[in-house]
């Protein structure tokens, strides 16, 4: 059972254009939503993060929209730059005693063109 | 170091031999984590430390999947009689509390069994 569904599998996108990956997730009980980038051969890295206790999140040109009901969240990049061509992975934990336990979405291979 | 530190950055090996991996955590943090990262896959979250025990190893696959941290730092994820389906990034985590603030994950090992 996937608890973290992630769209799209790829994305392509010119630079200076607005990058959108979305994440859908089934454990109510999940309170921490962040989102990490990954660089071929380099281990993920924290970009942003969120808990449901708010509805957006921004940080420089990326921002997080979360709609608790729907459960769903998803990143923003704005201005999107070369630099920013990565794999993306949403993941979120929590849920009583595991909330140490990060679960991944399948990642977002973004690619951004000059 | 100033970030989480993994050896070897590559290892290869043949059915049935046995590994040993190594994490060197943030200078501090108290939990550590493995995950396995398959091929086009998120992370998996395989174990968790906090000190020197294993608080929840319910990620491991099977009994061949073993890890220590004797002295509440250094990590060594051990893996006997390998099978080609244990190829895999692995990698290693660590916060300083478990639950509470990021993740920081190392570079990891990229494990190929021939």
């Known amino acids: 059972q996937q608890q973290v569904k992630q769209s799209p599998q790829s994305l392509i996108v010119q630079k200076g254009g607005i990058s959108i990956i979305n994440c859908a997730y089934e454990?109510?009980?999940?309170?921490?939503f962040p989102w990490y980038q990954q660089f071929p051969g380099k281990g993920p890295a924290l970009l942003i993060a969120i808990r449901p206790d708010v509805s957006e999140k921004k940080e420089g040109r990326f921002t997080i929209s979360f709609n608790k009901s729907a459960k769903q969240f998803s990143l923003h990049i704005m201005d999107s730059q070369p630099g920013d061509s990565a794999t993306y992975f949403c993941?979120?934990?929590?849920?009583?005693?595991?909330?140490?336990?990060?679960?991944f979405g399948k990642g977002t291979l973004l690619t951004v063109n000059p | 170091g100033a970030g989480v530190s993994q050896t070897p950055s590559n290892k290869v090996t043949e059915k049935g031999k046995y590994v040993e991996l190594r994490c060197d955590p943030i200078s501090g943090h108290t939990a550590l984590y493995w995950y396995r990262q398959s091929l086009g896959q998120g992370p998996e979250f395989l174990i968790y430390f906090q000190g020197t025990g294993a608080a929840d190893d319910s990620g491991l696959p099977n009994d061949r999947f073993f890890a220590v941290r004797p002295e509440g730092s250094v990590s060594t994820l051990k893996i006997q009689r390998t099978e080609r389906g244990d190829s895999a990034v692995y990698l290693c985590?660590?916060?300083?509390?478990?639950?509470?603030?990021?993740?920081?994950f190392g570079p990891g090992t990229r494990l190929l069994v021939l």
């Open positions: 993941a979120a934990n929590g849920g009583g005693g595991s909330n140490y336990k990060l679960t």
């Open positions: 985590a660590s916060s300083l509390l478990a639950g509470v603030g990021t993740q920081y």
């Open positions: 454990n109510t009980a999940f309170d921490y």
